[in-house]
């Protein structure tokens, strides 16, 4: 289902898959963007649709995978390899990933259940804490 949603998503520069309205996105849909990113064993190239929201010039996305035991491929991908890029809309840009620190972590949460209230029913079943992922814009030619 994710790949044709990327399909569908790149085809139409977001106007179809754009939105997540299942569950609690169902009254109050959720903006969706793309994010590529590298396998670590397999160096291949894949996209996932993630719910997001912006806080200043960077996005805000969680590894939350439904609240599963494990964390989510692409975030395990993305602390290995956090330089990468995202899609919004018809907007693609460079991005590097970094997991919010407790401080962040603690203003940022209640913004995004008020983005996506299902976010804290999924941490209510994970034995985990939920990473929120903070990524900030970087451009490719500056500053390396």
Known sequence: MARTQVWFYRRTRGRLGGKWRVAAGFRKPVPVLLL???????????????????????TIVVASQGGLPRHPQWYLNLRSRPDTRIQIGGDRRTVRARTANPKERARLWPLLLDVYADFELYQSWAEREIPVVILQPHHEDGGR
């Open 36 to 58: 590529d990113h590298r396998g670590r064993k397999s160096g291949q190239l894949y996209t996932t649709p993630l719910l997001y929201m912006a806080d200043g010039a960077d």
